[in-house]
């Protein structure tokens, strides 16, 4: 496009890229090609780029709801899929897990079943997620603990879905906010690349990617090109402007929540299902059917999503990032810049008061870190430590928590976090004047501002739980100690003892019908150690529906185990020969 070929141009023009004399050449004949109402209408903006794009979108016109085959009619010889696919067998458990998710999401009832390899689980819970959905236009949520069973759901079973229903499924994937681009931060950079700063090529391809891309990932940059500009330019909710940003109506973030809104199956991982039931859906529109994959790692993600962690290395990365020791690319000198620039000579006063507090308060992490490597030398505490490679853990138990050592440690974490929540409070204070000014630059960076300021305040949260006088008895505290290669990273740690309380009130009763799978979920041929764990226990208006289902599989006929018998080990030419086979 003639558009991203004169963007490329000015981000050279300062350059010796050998090239550049070429490109200029192409970009004179171009514009000598064009008719002067073409000229008149040539736009210099970068978004052209993205404005000038348009995706033909084809409407598949969908059967009446009465018409809708039941899973049977698919899944049975003879039926739908069989037509579509060549060679096609029934098996059997796949056809009866499929009528059990039919039977919960139309009774409403909860579900967990457990199906062996080869069963065809995720075509088994597709289909019927995808036929309630036709038939009563409600949303299923699927989630997934793999990004690798996604792939092969959106890669393989969804087409097939589609064609033996005679219908495109919307099904739409749902990832993170942090995997989109922020259009007003790469705009930020590319007006700096324009100055001279960054690499032209760089920005080039960023261009390039821009003009092509229809998603906005960033996963789809590779290499240095991503790894250098990539986690500055994510999209973040603190850091957004919304409607009031000149973005708004071409953000990739906001497009893809809407598909997620819009679509009948919406398909996620465990870790992002879990923050959005935290966070009361504040990333999913509000469901009630959902299908849980792998579902034997739920507990463990639960655990994660409803703890807390404070680390050592993402307080240096915002303290880097907001350039508290007066670092000229930090983001309190661009401020400082912008204020001097506006003559808003006592907020700039008032800005450089409140850095050189935040300095002082990034010096009182490295008392914390002092305290703790003592903790862990101590002869009377050093065996409270489990070690591994490069990292060791201290539990706190109560046998514990009154040792002077660890006595020492709490008052130097409150003492850090009593003054860094006063500290970020102001902060907040400060921005919230900031964020309705109509200068889209000064707006702009009291929004990233925020972003930092809230991570900050989600960090020293985490870190209050090891400065309680009185621990939750409910959850359980630990600190890790990590060294390599001179570089030391502590973490404390704050997480829920048990998740049933959070799963049973946030999961199974706000829900209408859950259903879990998984090829292992029983202990004994039994659900009751599951169900405990995750809190899933039947009512007198909820029943729980629990099936195991054999699989399709002969392993005595279908699997062929070969172990060599000429191999010898002890000597470095045998353990080189066993490369290839390796390899393999």
């Known amino acids: 496009p003639l558009t991203l070929l004169r963007q490329i141009n000015r981000l050279l023009a300062r ?21 002067p109402a073409q000229l008149a209408q040539l736009d210099d903006d970068w978004t052209e780029l993205i404005d000038g794009r348009r995706r033909a979108a084809e409407t598949v016109a969908a059967p009446e709801a009465d018409s809708w085959p039941d899973v049977g009619q698919v899944l049975d010889n003879g039926g739908n ?49 995808a036929l309630h959905s036709l038939r009563h236009n409600e949303q299923v949520v699927i989630s997934t603990y793999t990004r690798s069973l996604q ?36 705009e930020g950079f590319f007006q700096q690349s324009l100055l001279g700063q960054g690499s032209p090529l760089t920005m080039g391809a960023w261009l390039t990617w821009l003009s092509l891309t229809h998603s906005g990932e960033l996963a789809e940059l590779h290499g240095s090109v991503a790894s250098q500009i990539a986690p500055r330019v994510k999209s973040e909710t603190a850091t957004c402007l919304a409607k009031h940003c000149r973005h708004f109506s071409r953000c990739f973030a906001f497009k893809a929540r809407k598909r997620a809104r819009q679509a009948q199956i919406v398909v996620t991982n465990h870790a992002l299902l879990l923050q959005d039931l935290a966070g009361d859906h504040f990333l999913l529109k509000p469901y009630q059917y959902l299908v849980l994959d792998e579902a034997q790692h739920l507990e463990d993600a639960s655990t994660a999503a409803f703890g807390q962690c404070c680390s050592g290395t993402a307080l240096r990365q915002c303290f880097k990032a907001l350039g508290a020791d007066r670092s000229a690319a930090g983001l309190l000198a661009r401020l400082k810049k912008q204020l001097k ?61 009154d040792h002077p050592r660890w006595l020492q440690l709490q008052t130097i974490v409150a003492v850090w976090t009593q003054s860094g929540a006063t500290l970020l409070q102001s902060a907040a204070d400060i921005i919230e004047g900031w964020l309705g000014v109509e200068d889209q630059t000064m707006a702009g960076l009291a929004a990233e501002w925020r972003g930092l300021n809230e991570r900050l305040q989600r960090l020293v949260v985490a870190a209050q739980a090891m400065a309680e006088p009185e621990p939750d008895p409910a959850r359980v505290l630990w600190c890790e100690l990590q060294e390599q290669r001179r570089h030391l990273n502590i973490l404390f740690h704050s997480a829920p003892q048990q998740v049933a309380g959070h799963l049973e009130q946030k999961l199974f009763v706000a829900k209408r019908s859950v259903v879990l ?36 599989f002969d392993y005595g006929l279908q699997a062929l185990c070969c172990l060599p018998s000429d191999l010898r080990f002890g000597e470095q030419s045998d353990v080189r020969s066993l490369r290839p086979l390796c390899d393999w």
């Open 517 to 552: 799978t998984s090829a292992t979920l029983t202990v004994e041929g039994k659900f009751a150690f599951m169900r405990e764990r995750w809190g899933l226990h039947e009512s007198a208006s909820r029943l729980v529906l629990e099936r195991r289902f054999a699989t399709e």
């Open 15 to 35: 350059s010796d890229w050998p090239l550049i004399d070429t490109f200029k050449k192409v970009e004179r004949q171009r514009l000598k090609a064009l008719t």
């Open 341 to 401: 620039k506006s003559q808003l000579l006592t907020e700039l006063e008032q800005l450089r008061s409140w850095q050189q507090s935040a300095l002082d308060w990034e010096r009182g992490w490295d008392d914390i870190e002092a305290a703790v490597v003592a903790l862990s030398r101590d002869s009377e505490t050093r065996s409270w430590w489990q070690h591994q490679e490069y990292l060791q853990r201290c539990l706190l138990s109560i046998e514990r928590q």
């Open 151 to 186: 792939d092969q759901m959106l890669a393989n079973d969804v087409p097939l879905l589609n064609k033996s229903l005679g219908t495109d499924v919307d099904v739409q994937l749902v990832k993170g906010r942090d995997n989109y681009i922020c259009l007003r931060k790469w």
């Open 81 to 129: 899929l069989s037509q579509v696919m060549p060679g096609y067998e029934l098996r059997p458990s796949q056809l009866a897990m499929a009528q059990e998710v039919a039977a919960a999401f139309a009774q409403g009832h909860h579900a967990v079943l457990e199906a062996g390899t080869g069963t065809g689980k995720s075509l088994a819970y597709l289909l019927p997620s």
